[in-house]
Every structure is written in C-alpha cells, then in structure tokens.
Nanobody
C-alpha cells in the first residue's frame, strides 16, 4: 500500500551538488525513522544518513558536513542535499523508512560523480 519513490539522481562533476527526493505514496504512521542508503559498484549497501520523527539526524562519517537529510512536515517526503560531491559518492541511493514495525524501500536513484 505504501511505496517510496526516489528522484533527483544525475551525473555531476566532482564538487557539484544534488538534491535527492523520496516521496511516499501513502501516509506513514507511528514512524521510527527514515534514512538514505547507498550502494556503489561492487560494494555492499551502506547507511548514509537518517532522521527520526523528532528531527534527530545522524550521518555516515564520510558525508558529515557535506550531506543534509530533511523531511517534509506536510507531505511524507524525505530529502538528501549533497554538496561537495566526490567520485566515491557514486552509487545508487535508496530511500528507507520504518513505520509500525514495517520496513519500506524505494527503487533507487543513480548518482554518478565524474569529470
């Protein structure tokens, strides 16, 4: 019933910026948190950033100070603002959410950083 759909992925040069969006098709109730994961070529999926319903944020060390996660107050939408992008940020980025013990995943959006 609830689906997460990501958008905003693109090919950019090193040092560039992107904003990813994740829109939920239905309302998420009693949500624990929402997060962005990523999976680079030949790598395992890793947690990039997370945000709780109360607005507490956590970041993976390599993106701290460069990425910002936020959530819309009216619509069930999560954003990831990415600045100072590096080649190692190249990956498929996935939106993730947990509500009432149920886990939801988006289909992913490709981010490529190259010169």
């Amino acid at each position: 019933q609830v689906q997460l759909v990501e958008s905003g992925g693109a090919s950019v040069q090193p040092g560039g910026s992107l904003r990813l969006s994740c829109a939920a098709s239905g309302r998420l109730l009693n949500m624990y948190f929402m997060a962005w994961y990523r999976q680079g070529p030949g790598k395992e999926r890793e947690l990039v950033a997370s945000i709780t319903i109360g607005g507490v944020r956590n970041y993976e060390d390599s993106v701290l100070g460069r990425f910002t996660i936020s959530r819309g107050d009216v619509f069930n939408t999560v954003y990831l603002r990415m600045n100072s992008l590096r080649s190692e940020d190249t990956a498929v980025y996935y939106c993730y959410a947990v509500s009432a013990g149920v886990q939801y995943w988006g289909q992913g959006t490709q981010v490529t950083v190259s010169s």
